[in-house]
């Protein structure tokens, strides 16, 4: 990893780091930080000599050398003081980053969805949910339906609240980067596409989109869910949030084995925010409060919650799981009010 004493190498000056990678067969990739530019060194970069000339260039303030399987991800790489902003907010900075709404939008009931979106704002959530093509176990249940994004860009522009959709495949995420969705999720049973996972990043990498990486449910490992950001931070774009959402197999009685547990590890090895879904993670509305607290008791920098208007009349998952805008309120309160050292009470 390259970090340059100004903000970005000027054209000459990457021609010229260039020109040194190459001859040792490496490429340089140009990673755009929102507070500067790193530059990540690829290919078999085990050449002390290709190092120290590309650090001893006046330019370079310094060539790290990190040894780990996802070296951008790393705390220690050049990207540890990499923020992600959603608009003018620093996820988690001075309150837990709130992303809420429907686990799937209902194209035959757009006011059901509007609705939501406006309380939801009502009650201090900084992100709208809701699911457009939806990931479902059993191919006969709705699928999702383009209209849907119709009506989140709608609530988006009505609220000018961020919006949070989960693609699936290649042309999901072209229609969601032509819409300047501002949160690309990747579902659990995506999380270790790595096909899909480049293609996100490639194709977000010039964009303001982020990236909402949910872990693999058949229980990543801690470094397996790392190395799964890694692949689109490798590609070009370093806003991604790490969305620990319970993994297999469950605990009796809950939806899955609730894991907001991992969050200080996946801090203590990562500078991503870490951003828990405590909704599919318990299953149950009942059970969503106490995990809410419990992963920012463990240091959570924001939560993903599924929240409907009137739970009964959701599809997907929010009959089961969604909270109701109310219940959201309360939960934004007691989540700030249990860490008053951390938050402002407001
Ligand atoms: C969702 O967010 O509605 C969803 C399908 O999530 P997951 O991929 O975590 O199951
Ligand atoms: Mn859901």
């Not at 990673?31 to 500067?36: A, L, V």
């Not at 194209?107 to 939806?134: I, Q």
């Not at 989109?209 to 872990?215: F, G």
């Not at 806003?239 to 319970?246: I, K, N, Q, Y």
Request: aromatic share 6%; with cysteine.
């Amino acid at each position: 990893m390259i970090i340059p004493k100004a903000e970005k190498l000027q054209p000459a000056e990457l021609k010229e780091v260039e020109g040194i990678a190459q001859e040792f067969d490496c490429s340089i990739l140009e990673i755009d930080g929102r507070n500067r530019c790193v530059y990540a060194i690829l290919g078999n970069e085990n050449h002390a000599v290709m190092f120290k000339r590309i650090a001893g260039l006046p330019y370079i303030r310094k060539v790290d050398m990190i040894e780990s399987s996802y070296k951008l991800m790393d705390r220690r790489s050049g990207l540890s003081d990499h923020i992600v902003r959603m608009g003018e907010t620093e996820v988690g900075k001075d309150a837990p980053f709130i992303i809420g709404g429907p686990c799937t939008i209902d194209p035959a009931n757009p006011s059901l969805y509007l609705e939501t979106a406006h309380a939801l704002k009502e009650v201090g959530v900084d992100a709208l949910r809701g699911g457009v093509w939806k990931p479902r176990t059993n191919p006969y249940s709705y699928q999702g339906d383009n209209n849907a994004l119709d009506i989140i860009l709608q609530a988006r522009e009505e609220t000018g609240l961020p919006i949070d959709v989960e693609v699936m495949d290649a042309e999901q995420l072209q229609l969601a980067l032509e819409a300047k969705v501002d949160v690309l999720q990747v579902g659990t049973r995506n999380a270790l596409n790595y096909s899909l996972l480049k293609q996100i990043g490639r194709m977000s990498a010039e964009t303001n989109s982020a990236v909402l990486l949910k872990r693999g449910r058949h229980m990543a490992s801690p470094d397996e869910f790392i190395a799964a950001a890694e692949y689109i931070v490798a590609e070009g774009n370093p806003d991604v949030m790490l969305c620990p959402r319970g993994t297999t197999p469950a605990l009796d009685g809950y939806r899955n084995h609730p894991d907001e547990s991992v969050t200080p590890l996946l801090k203590n090895r990562t500078w991503a925010p870490v951003v828990v879904d405590p909704s599919h993670s318990v299953g149950h509305a009942d059970y969503v409060l106490a995990c809410s607290l419990a992963a920012i008791a463990y240091g959570a920098d924001g939560l993903c919650i599924e929240s409907h208007v009137d739970p009964q009349r959701g599809i997907g998952d929010d009959p089961k799981q969604a909270i109701t805008p109310q219940k959201m309120g309360e939960l934004i309160q007691a989540c700030r009010s249990a860490f008053p050292n951390r938050y402002k009470v407001g």
